[in-house]
């Protein structure tokens, strides 16, 4: 395999959101839903991972994307975080988008489409998903978040395959 540096843009993404699909499939062996959210740096180093946070204590809000944000923001300066990438294996809802917006992170790359992933957990009653694309959240703001996705839908999706039966 190419080292990061000699990879295309395209490459990179591709390579950096099949991590997060293997932390999401970790999040599964920890009894979570099958979310995972890692972030890069501009030199292609992996500074933080997060799983969804579901579990124990059924939280809501603990999904990937905001406990990584929130990490990020109280750990890294906000120059890191401007030229940094999320990559995640599905999109943002919008309070996970909000909150990568408030940590001031640059650059987005996700797997599964919002609406997509509604189609495939119905209205679960722990995943009652939106169906607000995250770049209306991100368009609302007074700054710039550059979005890449949805990339790599069906192996994103098939992260989900057999979760959302009632």
Not at 31 to 38: L, V, Y
Not at 83 to 99: D, I, Q, R
Request: negative net charge; hydrophobic residues 35%.
């Amino acid at each position: 395999m190419n080292s990061i540096s000699n990879m295309s843009t395209s490459e990179r993404d591709e390579h950096f959101l099949r991590r997060s699909f293997e932390v999401a499939r970790r999040a599964m062996t920890h009894g979570n839903h099958p979310f995972g959210a890692i972030l890069v740096d501009q030199t292609g180093h992996v500074l933080i991972e997060a799983e969804n946070g579901y579990m124990p204590s059924h939280d809501g809000t603990a999904h990937a994307e905001r406990l990584l944000a929130t990490l990020a923001c109280t750990t890294l300066s906000p120059e890191v975080l401007a030229k940094a990438t999320l990559y995640s294996s599905a999109e943002p809802c919008a309070m996970c988008a909000g909150a990568i917006y408030w940590a001031g992170i640059g650059r987005l790359v996700y797997g599964l489409s919002e609406h997509r992933l509604r189609g495939v957990t119905g209205n679960h009653p722990e995943n009652p998903t939106l169906d607000l694309p995250c770049r209306e959240v991100f368009k609302s703001g007074q700054r710039p978040t550059e979005v890449e996705g949805p990339l790599l839908e069906d192996e994103a999706e098939a992260l989900h395959e057999g979760v959302w039966k009632k």
